[in-house]
């Protein structure tokens, strides 16, 4: 199968998308041997700036270039609504999402601000609000095609050229279809999974914990992809669409919080390594996202307490990807500077 971006018209059905899982390409080794071999001749102790030497060479890996670029960042925002809302399981009504895929589009947000003052471009694309999933507690979300055609769509938003994505979105609701993800992936008790959200009281976090039990259980047997149909919402396919597209174009990804990082986990327990292109851009104040991060062996790069989606912790983050490339390519080395190389 091509591995281009129009390969986001072939999907038509879940094994289409396993079938893209199984043509991923790897890193660069040349632009990461390239990458390697300058970071010791840089005027600084081997190892001194830490993860920031680590962020330059998987950039360089898996742009295949080196030095690597980060000049044109984009932002994928999605949003959906979720069935299990009108369940009681949030703080806010499903309306809220509408009002805030508005608020996107006329720069309101926080997103907005974190897109601006670190050079980002934001897209916004907003799936059926009004028309949520369905109650995962009683069927499926989504049928198979309202799942592939909201992956292809989240394909399609990646747009050629892109050096760095991040992705991010907007759904009320959707922190309890990715509980329940996590919890029918990965196992465990539904409390470990399932948290405040946007910030529900306790009698409402054991109606969203009941719910994501419910929905795991009836949901547990399936495959990884047909768990992400069963118990996620069209803005979850789509994040999980824009991150194998990213792959296929060789645009590193930066995942945002604990909604992001489950629609990415679907992908990687269907193909370990679907991932490999990602970075954590932070670690947000819902517990499991933590739990999570540790099942995928993804290290945040920030840590600020933030749970806010939108894609603003990794939008954040970005700052750091772009200061670790200043590093990199500007420092002088050893012989430009001078400056005696021996202990």
């Known amino acids: 199968m091509s591995v ?13 998308i396993a079938g893209l899982l199984r043509a991923l390409p790897g890193p660069d080794d040349r632009s990461l041997a390239r990458c390697l071999a300058r970071e010791p001749l840089l005027t600084k102790p081997p190892g001194a700036l830490g993860r920031l030497e680590s962020i330059v060479a998987h950039f360089a890996a898996w742009q295949g270039r080196h030095p690597p670029r980060l000049e044109v960042v984009r932002a994928c925002v999605f949003a959906g609504n979720h069935g299990v809302a009108a369940l009681g399981i949030s703080a806010y009504p499903a309306e809220v999402t509408a009002q805030m895929v508005a608020n996107f589009q006329h720069g309101g947000a926080a997103i907005n601000q974190l897109c601006r003052v670190n050079g980002i471009t934001l897209s916004v694309e907003a799936f059926d609000l009004d028309r949520p999933t369905q109650d995962f507690t009683k069927g499926p979300a989504m049928t ?5 055609t909201a992956f292809a769509r989240g394909m399609a938003a990646v747009l ?20 329940a993800i996590c919890h029918a992936l990965f196992g465990g008790s539904a409390a470990e ?15 969203k914990t009941e719910v994501v039990e419910a929905g795991a259980r009836r949901h547990a047997s399936a495959d990884p992809l047909e768990i992400l149909c069963r118990l996620g919402g069209r803005e979850m396919a789509a994040m999980a669409g824009a991150i194998v597209a990213a792959r296929l174009q060789r645009t590193p990804v930066l995942l945002d919080g604990f909604v992001c990082t489950a629609a990415a986990a679907a992908l990687e327990r269907a193909a370990p390594g679907a ?19 540790g099942r ?3 290290a945040p790069l920030l840590d600020l307490g933030m749970r806010l989606g939108e894609g603003s912790g990794a939008a954040l983050a970005v700052g750091i990807a772009r200061a670790a490339l200043a590093c990199h390519v500007g420092m002088a080395t050893f012989t430009q500077a001078g400056v005696s190389d021996q202990a």
């Open 144 to 148: 198979e095609t309202e799942c592939v």
């Open 160 to 179: 050629p050229g892109t050096e760095l994505l991040v992705v991010g979105e907007m759904g009320i609701a959707n922190t309890s279809a990715a509980a």
């Open 275 to 293: 991932l490999a292109h990602c970075l954590a851009g932070h670690v947000s104040a819902e517990a499991a996202h933590r739990r999570l991060l």
């Open 4 to 16: 281009t971006p129009s390969a986001a018209s072939t999907i038509a059905r879940l094994a289409d």
């Open 193 to 207: 999974w399932t948290g405040r959200g946007t910030g529900v009281d306790d009698a409402h976090l054991r109606i």
């Open 296 to 298: 995928l062996d993804l």
